[in-house]
Each structure stands twice: as structure tokens, then as C-alpha cells.
């Protein structure tokens, strides 16, 4: 199994920045593509970014220009830079852990960290 523990989230004033992380144990990090998944009260579950296992990497529209991830596979770690935090990104923020291996997927996720951007 693998485990995914996220950290860096807290509050912030609108324009101000934030660098979640995501580290892992439990099995070959580098196997996996990697993605950080959002969810504000009231709303479903959406996909902020993704970054697959050779550096491809994929941005919801709301945030493309101002958030970045990133993947640091000999420390086992997943990053998301977020710059320009407005209100609307207020959310628990996921990490996300994702194979297939002979056509079984393998998901897995974090429990979230709380981001709250208000003055």
C-alpha cells in the first residue's frame, strides 16, 4: 500500500503564495503519475493538476499561470507551488497516487490539507 501524507497548507491573504507537499511511502514512487485534486464545500472533487511519471503535466484552466507541481522522485515528494491565491481556491487540497499495471488501477490518496485564502 502506499501512503501519502500532504503538509504546507494553513491560511493566506488573497495574492499571497503557498507550497503544499506531498510525501510518500509504502512502494516505487517514480512508478506513479501524480496529481493534486481540490474540494471546497458544496462542490465535487476536481482535478487541479497532474504530473505524469516522465514530467508531463496537466493544469486545471482556473489555476493555469498560477500554479505549478512538481515531483522530486529521490525524495518521494509531490509539490504544488500556488501563487496569486484567491478566495475561490479555498479548499481541502488532495494529494493523488495513480498506476495501472496490467490493467488494474492502483489509487491512492492522502487526507488532505486545509487551504484558506481571506483577508
Known amino acids: 500500500q502506499v501512503q501519502l501524507v500532504e503538509s504546507g497548507g494553513g491560511l493566506v491573504q488573497p495574492g499571497g503564495s503557498l507550497r503544499l507537499s506531498c510525501a510518500a511511502s509504502?512502494?516505487?514512487?517514480?512508478?506513479?503519475?501524480l496529481a493534486w485534486y481540490r474540494q471546497a464545500p458544496g462542490k465535487q472533487r476536481e482535478l487541479v493538476a497532474r504530473?505524469?511519471?516522465?514530467?508531463?503535466?496537466k493544469y486545471a484552466d482556473s489555476v493555469k499561470g498560477r500554479f505549478t507541481i512538481s515531483r522530486d522522485d529521490a525524495k518521494e515528494t509531490v509539490y504544488l507551488q500556488m501563487n496569486s491565491l484567491n478566495p475561490e481556491d479555498t479548499a481541502v487540497y488532495l494529494c493523488?497516487?495513480?498506476?495501472?499495471?496490467?490493467?488494474?488501477?492502483?489509487?491512492?490518496w492522502g487526507l488532505g490539507t486545509q487551504v484558506t485564502v481571506s483577508s
Open positions: 504530473i505524469t511519471t516522465i514530467g508531463n503535466t
Open positions: 509504502g512502494s516505487i514512487f517514480s512508478f506513479y503519475d
Open positions: 493523488n497516487a495513480q498506476r495501472t499495471v496490467w490493467g488494474i488501477n492502483n489509487d491512492y
